[in-house]
């Protein structure tokens, strides 16, 4: 995890597709703690099943969902399965302190160092809001993506914040007050 999320001072808006870089550094060697409401255990597949309120922290990100399937190499360091995986569905948000992002779902590659989130992405900072289909951020480089890409049960975040549409990335930027 070198820097998850540590993303979203958006830099650019190319041709339907987003790119956004990261601000801080992630620590990646901190514990993975979690909590939900039922965990079930599938050693012989090598992972774990965590359901119903799902919190995931790991220093100063927290990511949060309905459901999450951790998976694992089946290798033990220091009393903890080393884990490469987590795919979090339902209601996905990531926070971080001054960061926020949402989606359908989330796929997170320890072994790729890639987080990609799917499905009616809203990432907000500072007051800027940036939507569309598939957020991807590259956590060796920094560099993150959001495009268009329609990815099923789109259907929109909140109540006054604007979704993508026709593959194509929305927001709105603050603009700065002036004298």
């Known amino acids: 995890m070198q820097r998850l999320l540590a993303f979203f001072a958006v830099s650019l808006v190319l041709s339907g597709a987003a790119v956004v870089s990261a601000q801080t550094a992630h620590n990646s060697a901190a514990p993975i703690n979690f909590s939900a409401d039922h965990i079930e255990l599938q050693d012989k597949a090598n992972r774990a ?6 919190s995931v922290k790991q220093a100063e990100m ?20 080393q884990v490469s995986r987590l795919d979090a569905a339902g209601n996905v948000v990531v926070t971080r302190p001054d960061q ?3 989606s359908n779902f989330a796929v997170y590659d320890l072994n790729k160092r890639v987080v990609t989130m799917l499905g009616a992405v809203t990432l907000i900072q500072a007051g800027n809001t940036v939507n569309g289909g598939r957020l991807t951020i590259n956590l060796d480089t920094g560099r993150a993506v959001i495009d268009g890409s329609s990815v099923g049960g789109g259907g929109g975040g909140k109540a006054g914040t604007t979704t993508s549409s026709g593959g194509r990335v929305s927001g709105t930027f603050s603009v700065p007050k002036r004298n």
């Open 62 to 81: 927290t990511l949060n969902a309905a459901r999450m399937t951790v998976a694992y190499t089946g290798q033990v360091v220091n009393g903890s399965p």
């Open 100 to 102: 926020t992002a949402r």
């Open 49 to 54: 099943l965590l359901l119903g309120s799902v």
